[in-house]
Every structure is written in structure tokens, then in C-alpha cells.
């Protein structure tokens, strides 16, 4: 079955850190490129990251540059980002996404079911 | 960064009846723009590409079209499973990929 499934989501305090997990079935994520995006709660969806499917090149929004770290593990088949200095306003459900190409499109074809991330004190 | 304004924020329709959503882009996107179907507590699910193009499993009944700064998904006939949020997405200015705020189709 081809799926994704996000998971490290939790509550983390300001100026914390944290890895999310998406861990990808059905696929191999060395033949499409992958992304990050994240949704506050009410909110609409912001992208975040993207890494190409040699894992080569990554792309950031200004929101997170600096910030937050994109990678993948394709012996696992998993996608991550690690995410330093949280601050309050990136409370958000967080996706990983697949992207509809091997070469980054920004097309998001398939999804995962989100992972919530709190920051607060 | 691209805005992308969606309307009408709501859209309270019947089965059966036709939606047209509407996504007006602050600068030209050519014909990079996509659309997306949310429900609640869902991941957003892929529907249209390319302003026209159906994703995979996309029924007929959903259509995009448009060029430049506007662009409407229409649904010729509203089933009981398409009421949910809509959002655009364009990617014309990639890596600063933007969505639009979202219309909710409400019975």
C-alpha cells in the first residue's frame, strides 16, 4: 500500500527542538522528490521544505531557513526534519508530502495524515 | 511572495447542484496552479494539476481551468463526499510555493 506516516509530533517548549518522522511504504523516496508542509490549527497550509530524490539539493521557506533541517534515510525509506528554536506560532499539524516527480515539481500527490506539534511553556 | 485569494470563502450549495470556486493570483502564474480537497481532521488530497489536469483517481466531475492570475475548479455536480475545504496552490515562483486561504463547500 502506498502511504506515508508521519510521526514525532508532541509538546515541545519554546526555543526547543524536535524530529519528525515520515516513514514511506508502497514506494521508494530515491524516486521522488519530498516535502514538508505544515498547517496551524484553523489554519491554511504553509510548504516548509523540499529535498530532491538523490537528497542532494534542499530548499527552504524563509520561515524555517536556518531553522529547520530536512533530510531522508533511504535505507529506512524515511523522510525527517528536525526543528530547533521552536517558537510559539510553529504549533501546526505537520505533513510530509511526496511530490508528483522524481524532480521537484511543488506538486504534493500524496500525504501523509499529519503529525501535531504544540510549542508552548 | 505570490498571494493567492480565494472566493468566496463559503459556498453553501445542495447535492447536485454545480460549485464554481474561484482563485485569483496576485501576479501571473501561468498555468502552475493546483487545487487540493480537504476534510476535517484529513490530510489535503491531490486533485488537479496544472490548472486542468485530474490527478490520478480524480473523478470527471471535478474540472479546472483558467491562465495568468485567475483560475476556477468547478464540480459539475456536487456529490455528498465533495463537501469539504478547497485550496489552491500555485508553484509558478517554487520554492515559494503558495496556498491560497481556502473556500469551504457547505451543504
Known amino acids: 500500500q502506498v502511504q506515508l506516516v508521519e510521526s514525532g509530533g508532541g509538546v515541545v517548549q519554546p526555543g526547543g527542538s524536535l524530529r519528525l518522522s515520515c516513514a514511506a511504504s508502497?514506494?521508494?523516496?530515491?524516486?521522488?522528490?519530498m516535502h514538508w508542509v505544515r498547517q496551524a490549527p484553523g489554519k491554511g497550509l504553509e510548504w516548509l521544505t523540499v529535498i530532491a530524490a538523490d537528497g542532494r539539493d534542499k530548499k527552504y521557506a524563509d520561515s524555517v531557513k536556518g531553522r529547520f533541517t530536512i533530510s531522508k534515510d533511504s535505507s529506512e525509506n524515511t523522510l525527517y526534519v528536525h526543528m530547533g528554536s521552536l517558537r510559539v506560532d510553529d504549533t501546526a499539524v505537520y505533513y510530509c508530502?511526496?511530490?508528483?516527480?522524481?524532480?521537484?515539481?511543488?506538486?504534493?500527490?500524496?500525504w501523509g495524515q499529519g503529525t501535531l506539534v504544540t510549542v508552548s511553556s | 511572495e505570490i498571494v493567492l485569494t480565494q472566493s468566496p470563502a463559503t459556498l453553501s450549495l445542495s447535492p447536485g447542484e454545480r460549485a464554481t470556486l474561484s482563485c485569483r493570483a496576485s501576479?501571473?502564474?501561468?498555468?502552475?496552479l493546483a487545487w487540493y480537497q480537504q476534510k476535517p481532521g484529513q490530510a489535503p488530497r491531490f486533485l488537479i494539476y496544472?490548472?486542468?489536469n485530474r490527478a490520478t483517481g480524480t473523478p470527471a466531475r471535478f474540472s479546472g481551468s483558467g491562465s495568468g492570475t485567475d483560475f476556477t475548479l468547478s464540480i459539475s455536480s456536487l456529490e455528498p463526499e465533495d463537501f469539504a475545504i478547497y485550496y489552491c496552490q500555485q508553484r509558478s515562483d517554487w520554492p515559494r510555493v503558495t496556498f491560497g486561504g481556502g473556500t469551504k463547500v457547505e451543504i
Open positions: 508502497g514506494f521508494s523516496l530515491s524516486a521522488y522528490a
Open positions: 501576479q501571473n502564474v501561468a498555468s502552475y
Open positions: 508530502a511526496r511530490d508528483l516527480r522524481r524532480i521537484a515539481d511543488y506538486y504534493f500527490d500524496l
Open positions: 496544472g490548472v486542468s
